[in-house]
């Protein structure tokens, strides 16, 4: 047995056995969707520990995102196969009402231009929420975005790209956070679209 202490709680666990790492089907098929997994959040670290932040359940941010991506949005059925099913993944958690009607522009070079309709009088959504707009260059496994973005009742926003996207498919996330930050909305994903 091992004692172990994180973020104040105190844990035993067994002490790991020696495994000269066996590379069986089962375990390369994890592997394979960790490192998927891993690719796509890593570069939106600060975006997920606000996005997650309700939902850690005694663990970091990172690691209940990692989770969620890993049960609910790989798709495929082989090593080779697997990929990030992008309209699955939740880049934000919460209670907090989504975007309505989100879309996006990426007509204009080096930016994209979020839209929505403000939806400030509905469920427990609020005139002062802030927008979390994100992008992910999938193609260069790189991430843009803002977690105090335009208010809910502003209906549009921008997060500026480097011109070398240009050509890139870009994924598109939106979400909402109340502007004292207690709460968060599921983002919701709005599509792909290749940038100017």
């Known amino acids: 047995m091992v004692g172990a202490r ?8 067994s002490k790991p056995l020696s495994v000269k790492n066996p590379r069986t089907e089962k375990q390369v098929n994890q592997r ?22 309700n939902y850690t359940n005694k663990r970091s941010q990172f690691n209940s995102a990692m989770s969620y991506i890993l049960n609910n949005a790989i798709t ?6 697997y990929a990030i099913d992008y309209p699955l993944a939740l880049l934000s958690r919460g209670s907090l ?27 427990n959504a609020n005139a002062t929420d802030k927008s979390m707009l994100f992008v992910f260059n999938s193609d260069k ?9 335009p208010d ?3 209906g549009t926003g921008i997060v500026t790209i480097p011109d070398s996207f240009s050509g890139d498919n870009l994924e598109l996330y939106m979400g909402f956070i109340t502007e ?15 940038a100017s």
């Not at 994180?6 to 666990?13: A, L």
């Not at 004292?180 to 290749?194: A, F, K, P, Q, R």
């Open 97 to 123: 009402a989504t975007a309505l009607n989100g879309a996006f522009d990426v007509a204009t070079p080096g930016q994209v231009e979020f839209n929505w309709d403000d939806n400030s009088t509905d469920q």
């Open 6 to 13: 994180w973020k104040t709680i105190d844990y035993i666990r």
């Open 152 to 154: 809910r009742t502003t």
């Open 76 to 81: 495929g059925t082989s090593p080779l196969d």
């Open 141 to 149: 496994g790189q991430s843009f975005f803002t977690t105090a973005g």
């Open 32 to 53: 394979t969707k960790f490192n998927i997994a891993l690719k796509f959040l890593q570069p939106s670290l600060e975006f997920i520990k606000i996005g997650y932040k």
């Open 180 to 194: 004292d930050g207690e709460l968060v909305s599921n983002s919701v994903y709005l599509g792909s679209g290749t």
